[in-house]
């Protein structure tokens, strides 16, 4: 696989008037000391470096010179960005410093954070779908249905799942969960494909007199050899569906037929109710 990899960096540094500030905080790390001569007083709150965290620190010293620091740092599933002010003297300055990569791999080109020492690109075949390393998130997948972790461990046996809570009703998803071992300053391409054009619908089945055809009965569909297994109240989930369709069903008595029209909706679980099966 070719790859190319370029991180970027942007950097500003301003001169800015002394003046005072209130800080609000949630929990943090809090370190006072105050020797006879000075104080000192250190807040800190660190980022979970994971995409949506937020970390920041404070510092402040008071003696014979008056100093006084602020970093904070985001983390997105694009990039890391951080900024830094300093204050001594009456003066202060800062800097603003993002950080990433640009990689074109699997015919696309991916924004990421800094590249680690392997990656992975995971394809899920579906645009939003929440995507874990190691059970930790790490984005979503963006319009091409992909998207490239960047901090996999080498010669290991990655867990790499996705979640599939949001996905509409009518997507199936075979596997959701898979193991990838990449070579160091390698990467590799992890394919966890949704289908959201599966023409499936939830057919309830019923014999000549009205009653439900049994549960573990069999049904084959259009001559295929894949079986499908009937549940309760005569209810088959089949895939692969036709505009018109023909099923063969297997009971404990024998063997009867049922055929039936199919349209799909998108977003929404079609219900084909009453089909007889004769």
Not at 75 to 94: I, K, L, P, R, Y
Not at 200 to 223: H, I, K
């Amino acid at each position: 696989m070719g790859i190319r990899s370029h991180i970027l960096s942007l950097a500003a540094l301003a001169s800015l008037p002394a003046s005072s500030a209130t800080l609000g905080v949630s929990p943090v790390l809090v370190d006072i000391s105050m020797p006879r001569t000075h104080g000192k007083l250190s807040m800190t709150r660190s980022s979970k470096n994971v995409p949506g965290s937020f970390g920041w620190r404070v510092n402040y010293t008071d003696g014979e010179h008056r100093r006084a620091s602020a970093s904070a740092n985001h983390v997105t599933s694009h990039n890391d960005v951080m900024a830094v002010v300093h204050a001594a003297e009456g003066a202060a300055s800062g800097n603003l410093t993002a950080t990433g990569s640009l990689v074109m791999a699997d015919g696309d080109v991916f924004l990421a954070r800094r590249i680690g020492e392997a990656f992975a690109i995971v394809d899920a075949g579906h645009a939003g779908v929440p995507v874990l390393s190691q059970n930790r998130p790490v984005g979503k997948t963006g319009k091409n249905g992909k998207i490239l972790i960047a901090d996999v461990v080498p010669y290991h046996q990655n867990k790499i799942e996705i979640e599939t809570g949001d996905l509409p009703i009518d997507a199936e998803v075979l596997q959701t969960e898979t193991h990838a071992v990449v070579a160091r300053n390698g990467g590799s391409v992890v394919k966890l494909n949704v289908a959201t054009r599966v023409n499936a619908a939830m057919v309830v089945l019923q014999f000549g007199d009205g009653s439900f055809v049994p549960p573990g009965s069999a049904v084959t569909l259009n001559g295929n050899s894949e079986t499908f297994i009937v549940g309760y109240d005569g209810q088959a989930y089949l895939t692969g569906l036709e505009s018109a369709n023909s099923a063969v069903v297997e009971h404990a008595e024998g063997t009867c037929r049922a055929s039936f029209a199919y349209a799909p909706q998108a977003g929404v679980q079609v219900f084909i109710d009453g089909v007889s099966c004769r």
